[in-house]
């Protein structure tokens, strides 16, 4: 397939910090239409050591498709691999001694023959936004505590932006070796004109919930109105916040285009629309079993009930002992 995008508008804010730790590419400001790759990075780590991390990995990766991949190329996982493994030596000379314990979140793009290369590590954030439909074809999942402990059941989804250790990602690209990590990989085919893929580090996520973010790109607007709503919502945060957003312009199929790999509605790590209604489906169902196995003011819980009864049972069992041996014994002595 050969994809058209229109120019690419990015978010570069620096929030409540005193220092700019995320990093995009292309650079701020450099972004065209001609542009295949995007990638946003939130550093992490000391002094100084989280920007020197994401502009190293967001460098790295994009020199490594701009010296390895010809344009019409049909991209695989294996040269994503490639790219975040150039990424991995960069940073290892940023931080030879591993004195700075630096490292980055990552998100990436690549629109390739193919269709859609995305890959993602930690908590910054993808999405592919159908916006005629207004639906989330894709959503990358976050390699966050907060994640893993919603999976399991353990908190609801409306407890993870609230969550005291909601920051503790369970992924991300550490300088130093055998830290290796492995990010995310996953396929976009179904792309169609007007649709948006948004990369963005998790400050922009501090206010914003899916809803909001569908009712941001799908509402009517240019893509330079879109930005500025989104800076507008933003403008509060406390953390860095930045975001890549592109819109397809045009898709021209091509033959043997329906056989490609696509992973947008595969029930893995990534979140597929389908995913996106059963979390959905999943979270009411969570909170309808919570009300109901929740003891309501003079009612007992299922548990405490299934209690009473066994001890019931007990004391049956005890007095009709008692009264067997009472038995047994008047005639025994009569």
Known sequence: MKIKIHTPKYIYELGLRKNQEDYIWPEVGKATTNDRLFVVCDGMGGHEAGEVASQAVATA??????????KDSVLTT????QAIAHAYRALDEKDPEQKSNMGTTLTAVVLHRGGCLVAHMGDSRIYHIDTRNRIIRYKSRDHSLVH??????EIFQH???THPRRNV???????????RQEATIAHITHLTADDYLYL???????????????????GPG???????ELIRATTGNSDNHSAYLIRIADVEREEGDDNLEDDEFVKSDPVGVEEVEMERIDEKERMENARDTSPSAGQPSPENRRRTIVWLLVLLLLVVAAIAGAIVKTLYFS
Not at 61 to 70: L, R
Not at 78 to 81: I, L, R, T, V
Not at 222 to 228: A, F, L, T
């Open 200 to 218: 963005c580090s998790d400050g922009m996520l501090e206010q914003m919930d899916d809803n909001k973010i569908l009712d941001f790109l799908c």
């Open 169 to 179: 990602i369970t992924k991300a690209m550490l300088s130093g070796a055998g830290r």
């Open 61 to 70: 990766i994009g020199e490594w498709f701009e010296q390895n991949v010809a």
């Open 148 to 153: 893993d402990l919603w999976a399991m059941g």
């Open 78 to 81: 294996a040269d994503m691999e």
């Open 159 to 161: 407890e993870m932006a």
């Open 222 to 228: 240019s893509d330079d109105e879109k930005i500025e």
